[in-house]
């Protein structure tokens, strides 16, 4: 049998190779692949005589950069309706961003529109009385 201090030394050996190894290697600089960013492909949904409107869109192609395509919804509450439908049965299967901004009066009948078409919301917030801005899941 081996004499136990002999046990020990070589243990301690072996112990202070394996910490070397894996110091030396944790030290070595690697090339790290940086993450795909992800690619918005994004629509802005906006209430036609809404002054910040504009602002809004300029504000999320300036924080968000990618692909924005900007709709202003025309004609009357009825046609708001129906065109929201229609846009949102359109573009959620090409798009992974759909924000707007409108009136609370008439972000009624857009979030009516999205939810008649089994759509939900990420966020709704009322920025201030006039305005409401929101993210639809897609």
């Not at 190779?17 to 906006?46: D, F, H, M, Q, Y």
């Amino acid at each position: 049998m081996i004499d136990e201090s002999r046990r020990n030394f070589f243990k301690k050996i072996a112990m202070a190779g394996t910490v070397l190894a894996v110091s030396a290697e944790a030290a070595v600089p690697r090339k790290v692949a940086a993450a795909n960013s992800a690619v918005i492909e994004g629509l802005c949904l906006l209430v036609p005589n809404l002054e910040m409107g504009v602002d809004f869109a300029a504000q999320m192609k300036k924080s968000a950069p990618g692909s924005w395509r900007v709709h202003t919804l025309t004609g009357s509450v009825t046609d708001f309706y129906l065109e929201t439908k229609g846009l949102y049965e359109e573009v959620k299967s090409t798009v992974n961003t759909f924000v707007g901004v409108a009136d609370p009066a008439n972000f009624v009948v857009i979030q009516e529109a999205i939810s008649d078409c089994g759509g939900s919301f990420h966020y709704i917030t009322y920025d201030d009385r006039h305005r409401v801005s929101f993210s639809v899941l897609v």
